[in-house]
């Protein structure tokens, strides 16, 4: 099931984040107490973001998909950030979430195109984007501050008429 995020999922939010702690690293730093759960989710403009989860049917977090800084008008387009969690890694579990989620950003909000931005070393992350039709189109230098340091990034983009509701 892929939904939206709600504040009420902090709790299993920060305990999925904590138990996948070294999973995520160095890619990500998801919010791993209350604290840091509420700066994160009040600092996300709702107008201009979709942030959604993904659970399996006992309800254990597969991962969260943001999707943000969406621009409608002649553009319609917007970023996409996402992780997932040691519990459900290498289940195709993430495929099948941001599959739906693309679907939804298409057919719910109208949009045309999504860009993810990836660290080179993320192998795990590129070959999701890649099984999905994203296309590669280039490269960023010292991109994004993560982890202390600015991170260089690869751009990976995809229209959404490209995805198919079909699971290959």
């Known amino acids: 099931m892929l939904r939206l995020l709600e504040a009420s999922d902090a709790d299993a939010l920060i305990a999925a984040n904590r138990a996948s702690r070294d999973y995520h690293a160095p890619w ?5 107490d209350r604290a840091a ?31 943000s800084e969406i621009v409608l ?4 387009s917007c970023y996409l ?8 890694a290498g289940q195709g579990l993430m495929s099948l979430c941001l599959r739906a989620g693309l679907i939804h950003m298409r ?16 192998v795990r992350s590129i070959r999701l984007v890649q099984r999905l039709g994203f296309c590669r189109e280039g ?16 751009r ?8 198919s509701a ?3």
């Open 107 to 122: 057919e719910i909000v109208g949009l045309h195109r999504v860009e993810a931005n990836i660290q080179p070393g993320n």
């Open 37 to 67: 759960f509420e700066q994160w989710f009040a600092g996300v403009d709702h107008r201009r973001a979709v942030s959604m989860i993904g659970l399996t049917d006992d309800g254990t977090i597969i991962g969260v998909f943001n999707f």
């Open 81 to 88: 950030g996402y992780y997932g969690m040691v519990a459900c």
């Open 156 to 163: 990976w983009a995809i229209l959404l008429d490209q995805v």
């Open 73 to 76: 008008a002649n553009f319609r």
């Open 166 to 168: 079909r699971v290959p």
């Open 139 to 154: 490269y960023s230098p010292d991109y994004l501050f993560i982890d202390g340091a600015w991170r260089d990034h690869e």
């Open 28 to 32: 990500v730093q998801p919010p791993l």
